[in-house]
């Protein structure tokens, strides 16, 4: 009887597990720097390759720090830009500088006005683009009332955004917050409405609170807590409890008593 002999064969692959790090942003005319340990192994460099929106960098990465220059992509100012770090599983390079990917607040108002229910505002100067946050100052401070993206760019650029003047002095103003969370703000827009002062209806209400004309509005309780908020003739107050709250309205605070 022969023997029969089974001889197994063994494929080694002799594959680089790694890892990736993806940086999102946009080009801020500013290059990438990263520290670059050695591998696990203590065998060459951790990162073995760069890529800048899918296309592999020429940057020399075999060293403890690099560079990677963004200025050969012929990146346009606020480019969206995604750069990818290839790296060896056993280690982690370090990106020393990610916050170059994303936009600075760097705008100047060249002009702010605002007419009629209208605020006009052009800007130069905009290194990336960042939303413009529109504010009024009523009640003692300022309110968000909406926002409009940013262009970016260092052209002149023209925006505008339907406003609600209240009667007598306003003051109108655009700011930008970017990633340092300090406020870029523009000069005062002000506009003087010489219209009557709203007043409400009445001061003891059971389901309604009225206003003689449709204005902004904030309802608070007496502990200070916003129960409601709107734009309106009046304010549906039904499902309030009963008691003593406050409301800002047109320029000015007033008191009420829900029966």
């Known amino acids: 009887m022969k023997n029969l002999v ?6 080694i692959s002799s594959t680089v ?20 340990p050695f591998s696990g192994t203590g065998v060459g460099f951790c990162t073995f390759e760069i890529k800048v929106n899918g296309t592999v960098t020429t940057d020399e990465v075999n060293s403890s720090a690099f ?9 346009k100012m606020g480019e969206k830009i995604i750069v990818s770090l290839q790296h060896k599983d056993d280690c982690r390079p370090k990106v020393l500088n990610p916050e170059v990917l994303k936009p600075k607040s760097t705008f100047t108002t060249s002009s702010i006005s605002v007419k009629g229910n209208t ?23 300022w309110i ?23 009667s007598g002095e306003n003051q109108f103003r655009v700011k930008q917050v970017d990633y340092t969370q ?52 009046s ?11 406050y409301v800002n309205y047109d320029n000015k605070t007033e008191q009420f008593v829900k029966k």
């Not at 089974?6 to 494929?11: D, M």
């Not at 605020?119 to 401070?141: D, I, M, P």
């Not at 304010?235 to 709250?245: A, I, L, R, T």
């Open 6 to 11: 089974l001889v197994a064969l063994t494929f």
């Open 17 to 36: 597990f790694a890892g990736t790090i993806l940086l999102e942003g946009s080009y801020q005319g500013k290059n990438i720097y990263v520290q670059n």
């Open 67 to 75: 560079e990677i220059d963004l200025e050969n992509f012929d990146l």
């Open 119 to 141: 605020l006009n505002w052009t800007t130069t100067g905009e290194s990336g683009k960042l939303a413009f946050y529109v504010e009024q100052y009523r009640w003692n401070k």
């Open 144 to 166: 968000r009332l909406g926002e409009v993206d940013g262009k970016g760019g260092k052209q002149l650029n023209e925006y505008n955004f339907e406003v609600s003047p209240h």
């Open 182 to 233: 300090r406020p870029n703000i523009s000069k005062t827009a002000k506009l003087r409405v010489n219209t009557p002062e709203l007043t409400l209806k009445a001061v003891k209400i059971k389901d309604k609170l009225e206003f003689t004309d449709e204005t902004m509005y904030e309802i608070y309780d007496a502990y200070g807590n916003i129960v409601k908020k709107g734009f309106s003739f």
């Open 235 to 245: 304010v549906d107050c039904s499902n309030m409890k009963k008691g003593v709250y």
